[in-house]
C-alpha cells in the first residue's frame, strides 16, 4: 500500500519519552529505579531540512525490556518497518506483553496526549544518555538485523546446527542422504516386524490333518452316507488337500501316500460338486490338483451370453446402438473376434427382441466362433457341414461366404433339422443346403468339397455349466462309444475332402469335450489311417496346446498344433479344435478301413450299409415328427409335366402318354392283327382309286 494523505500532512508521531514507560509501570504497581532529571521534552517542529525519522519506534520494536536491570528475555522478531507509526504502536504492544493483560489494557486504553508528555515529573531529567541500559532508549539494547546472522525458523526439534547444515547445498544433500538412509532403515524394520508376526502365525507351521482313520467301522461309514454333507468342511478339506499335494515333501503326514491325498480329494469333491467318480478321476488326471479345482468351480457358474451378428444383414456397431437404445449392457466379446456381443444384462428378453426376428444375430457360445475362424471359408467354395444342427456354425460360414458357392448342412436328425431350417431362413443363408444323411455314408453320397467342418458328437464334458446331467451320467461305456464314432466321422470327413483344390482341401475337426480320449486319440489314429494328412496350424490367437502324451501314452509331435480351451482359463465352453490339410488322394486299399472290405462287392457294401442303419425303422418311429415328408401325388403330377415338356422339345406327341398302358399290354395280338388289317385294306382302296382316276384320265384323252 502506499503512503496515505495523513502521513504526508503530519509525518510520523513522536517517539514516547522513558517518562512515559516510568509512569506507566508506577501504575500498574511495578518498582522504577531512580533516574535523572531529564530536560523537559518540548514538541518540536519539523524543518523542511529534517528528514522524516524511518527508524521512530526501532528501539521500543528492536530493543529488549529490562525491569530491575533484568531483562525479561521477550525479543521483538527483527523486521523493519516504513512507516514509524505502525512499528512504535508494535514496539509498545511487544515490551508489555510480558508485564501482564492489565497493564496492556490499561496501557493502551487510555492514552496520552502531548501535554501528558510535557507535563511527566520526569521532564526535567537529562536527555537519553543518562537513562542507561534499563531501557528501551539504551543503545547496546537494539541490535542490527543485517549485522547479525539470522536464525531459520524450524521446528522446536532442530537446532541451529541444523538450520545451517539447509543453508547451503552440500548440505542439503547430506541431510537428504540421511533421511533415505533413515527411510531404509524403517521399512526394513516393517519388513522385520511382519516376517516376525507372519513367523508366529504361520498356519504352514502345523501340518493340516485331512486324512482320516485308517479303520472305520461298517456302522460310521453308513452313518456318514445317510448324514448331509458339512459344504463348509469339505471346502477346507479340498483347499487343505491342495495344499499339502502342492508341497507333498513338507506338509505330509508322516507314513501317507500321495495316493492317499489323491484319492481323498476326489471323495471330497464327488461329494461336494456332485461329479460321479469315474468322471471326477478322468477330469482330473488332465490338470494338477489346484487346476483341477479351479476347473471344476468354473463350472459351477455359467458362461457370459453372448451373440453373433449376421454381416449378411447388419454391422456390429449397428447391432450394439440398437440393442443399448433397447437397454442392454453389452460389450465386444474380444479383439479374437469382430462379431461376437457378450451380454451383462437386458431388460428385453434376447430371444424376441426384432433385431432377433429380423435375423440381425443369434445366440451362440463365444468357443462355437473357434471351429469355422479356423476352417475360414472362402467365396465360391463348396463347403460340407457334418453335423449342422441348430444351424450356428453353418450360417457363420455362409456369412463368411458372402452367399457365395454353396454350403452342404446335413445333420443325421430329422427333428433337430427343424431348427436348423428355421435358423438358416431366419439369417437370410441363401447357399446352404440341408441335407439327412448319416454323416458316415456321405463320401459315397457326395464327395470333392473344398472344406469340411465336423463338429463331432461328444460326451460334453467341456459344458458341464449348460448340462450338469454330465456329471453323473455318462460312464466308462460312453467313453468307448463315442470315440470310436468319431473315429469314423473323422475317416468319412477326410474322404469327402478334395485334395486337389486350388483354395482349400482343409477339415476342422472339433468336439466340446476336454477329456483325451474323444480329442487326441482320435486326431492320432486318423493320421495312422490316412497318411495323406496332416496337421496344420489354427491360426487361432489363442488357446493352449493339445498333448503330446498322457498317462503313458505318446502322441505325434504335431499335435501341438492343435488347441485346447478350458471354462477356468479363458472363461469359455471346454472346446478342442484340430485342422488338418488333405494332401493327396485317399488309398484305394483305405477307403473302407475294414479288412474284408477289398474282397467285398459293391453291391455287397451297399447291402452292409443298409442293413447297419436300419432307416425303415427309423421312418416307422419318427412319422408324425412333421419334418417336411415328400407327398407322391404331387410329385407325380410334377414328374409327369416334365416329361410333356420334354416331349414336345423332341417334337413327340405328349398325349401318347395319356393312352392305357393295361389294353396295350392284355391285348397286344389283336392290335398287331387290326393293323395288318387295315393295311390291307389300305392297299386294295388305294389300288381301286388309282385304277380309276386313270380310266377316267383316258376317257378326257
Keep these: 500500500m ?19 514507560f516510568a509512569k506507566l509501570k508506577r501504575k500498574a504497581g511495578l518498582p522504577v529505579d531512580d533516574t535523572p532529571a531529564e530536560a523537559p521534552n518540548k514538541k518540536k517542529r519539523r524543518t523542511a531540512k529534517e528528514a522524516p525519522s524511518k527508524n521512530n519506534g526501532a528501539a521500543a520494536k528492536k530493543g529488549a525490556l529490562k525491569t530491575n536491570g533484568k531483562s525479561n528475555g521477550v525479543k521483538a522478531p527483527p523486521v523493519s518497518s516504513k512507516y514509524g507509526k505502525s512499528v512504535k504502536s508494535q514496539g509498545v504492544t511487544s515490551a508489555l506483553a510480558e508485564d501482564s493483560d492489565d497493564v496492556l489494557s490499561d496501557g493502551l486504553g487510555e492514552g496520552f496526549g502531548d501535554s501528558d508528555i510535557e507535563n511527566d515529573e520526569f521532564s526535567d531529567l537529562a536527555g537519553d544518555d543518562a537513562l542507561g541500559d534499563d531501557f528501551i532508549g539504551s543503545d547496546d539494547s537494539v541490535y542490527d538485523s543485517d549485522k547479525e546472522d539470522r536464525k531459520a525458523m524450524f521446528s522446536e526439534d532442530e537446532d541451529d546446527s541444523d538450520a545451517e547444515e539447509q543453508l547451503t547445498a552440500a548440505n542439503i544433500v547430506g541431510l537428504s542422504r540421511k533421511l533415505d538412509q ?16 507372519a513367523l508366529q502365525t504361520n498356519i504352514d507351521i502345523e501340518k493340516p490333518h485331512v486324512l482320516g482313520e485308517e479303520e472305520e467301522d461298517d456302522l460310521a461309514l453308513k452313518t456318514k452316507a445317510l448324514l448331509a454333507p458339512d459344504l463348509q468342511l469339505l471346502r477346507t478339506r479340498i ?5 499339502v499335494l502342492d508341497d507333498f515333501a513338507n506338509l505330509s503326514e508322516e507314513g501317507r501316500s500321495r495316493a492317499e491325498y489323491t484319492s481323498q480329494l476326489l471323495k471330497d469333491i464327488c461329494a461336494y460338486y456332485g461329479y460321479s467318480e469315474y468322471l471326477a478321476e478322468k477330469l482330473s488326471n488332465l490338470f494338477t490338483p489346484r487346476e483341477a479345482f479351479a476347473f471344476f468351480e468354473a463350472n459351477e457358474t455359467a458362461r457370459p451370453v453372448v451373440i453373433r451378428t449376421n454381416t449378411l444383414r447388419t454391422h456390429r456397431r449397428d447391432l450394439a446402438q440398437a440393442l ?18 457378450q451380454i451383462f444384462e437386458s431388460n428385453v428378453p434376447l430371444g424376441a427382441t426384432p433385431e432377433y426376428l429380423a435375423g440381425h444375430y443369434i445366440l451362440q457360445a463365444a468357443s462355437s466362433f473357434l471351429p469355422v475362424m479356423a476352417l475360414g471359408p472362402q467365396e ?33 436328425s430329422k427333428s433337430r433339422s427343424k431348427g436348423l431350417i428355421g435358423n438358416i431362413h431366419r439369417l437370410g443363408a441363401r447357399n446352404v443346403i440341408v441335407c439327412n444323411y448319416d454323416a458316415r455314408e456321405f463320401p459315397r453320397v457326395m464327395g470333392g468339397f473344398d472344406r469340411v467342418l465336423l463338429d463331432a458328437p461328444c460326451s460334453g464334458t ?9 456329471k453323473t451320467n455318462k460312464d466308462e461305456k460312453d467313453f468307448m462309444v463315442l470315440p470310436h464314432t468319431q473315429k469314423q466321422l473323422l475317416l468319412s470327413a477326410i474322404d469327402s475332402v478334395n485334395h486337389a483344390s486350388k483354395t482349400g482341401g482343409y477339415l476342422v475337426y472339433s468336439t466340446c469335450s476336454v477329456t483325451v480320449e474323444e480329442n487326441e486319440q482320435v486326431v ?13 496350424s489354427t491360426d487361432l490367437p489363442f488357446g493352449k496346446e493339445g498333448f503330446t502324451s498322457y498317462m503313458g501314452k505318446h502322441f505325434d509331435e504335431s499335435l501341438r498344433l492343435t488347441r485346447r480351451y478350458y471354462p477356468h482359463t479363458y472363461n469359455v465352453d471346454g472346446f478342442f ?15 473302407k478301413d475294414k479288412p474284408s472290405s477289398e474282397a467285398r462287392s459293391p453291391a455287397a457294401a451297399r447291402e452292409e450299409v443298409v442293413d447297419k442303419t436300419p432307416i425303415a425303422a427309423d421312418d416307422r418311429d419318427r412319422e408324425d415328427d412333421g419334418f417336411g415328408g415328400f407327398d407322391d401325388d404331387e410329385d407325380e403330377k410334377y414328374i409327369e409335366r416334365a416329361k410333356r415338356n420334354a416331349m414336345r422339345k423332341r417334337g413327340l406327341d405328349p398325349k401318347s402318354l395319356e393312352k392305357p398302358k393295361g389294353e396295350a399290354a392284355t391285348q397286344p395280338k389283336e392290335k398287331t392283327k387290326e393293323k395288318v388289317k387295315a393295311k390291307a385294306n389300305g392297299d386294295t382302296k388305294g389300288k381301286g382309286e388309282s385304277g380309276e382316276k386313270k380310266t377316267k384320265s383316258k376317257k378326257k384323252a
Design 2 to 20: 502506499g503512503v496515505g494523505r495523513r502521513m504526508k500532512k503530519q509525518g510520523p508521531p513522536e517517539k514516547l519519552s522513558e517518562e512515559h
Design 182 to 197: 533413515q527411510r531404509e532403515q524403517d521399512e526394513a524394520d516393517a519388513q522385520a516386524e511382519l516376517e516376525e508376526a
Design 239 to 243: 483347499t487343505d488337500t491342495i495344499r
Design 324 to 341: 443399448i437404445n433397447r437397454g442392454v449392457t453389452l460389450e465386444p466379446v474380444g479383439k479374437w473376434s469382430k462379431v461376437g456381443l
Design 380 to 412: 465360391g467354395e463348396r463347403v460340407l457341414d457334418m453335423a449342422a444342427a441348430p444351424g450356428g456354425k453353418t450360417t457363420h460360414m455362409a456369412a463368411m461366404m458372402k452367399n457365395t458357392g454353396c454350403v452342404f448342412a446335413n445333420d443325421p
Design 462 to 470: 467341456g459344458v458341464i455349466a449348460k448340462d450338469p446331467s454330465v
Design 524 to 536: 492320432q489314429y486318423a493320421l495312422s489311417k490316412r497318411p495323406n494328412v496332416k496337421l496344420v
Design 577 to 591: 479344435v484340430a485342422k488338418f490339410q488333405k494332401v493327396g488322394p485317399t488309398p484305394a486299399n483305405l477307403a
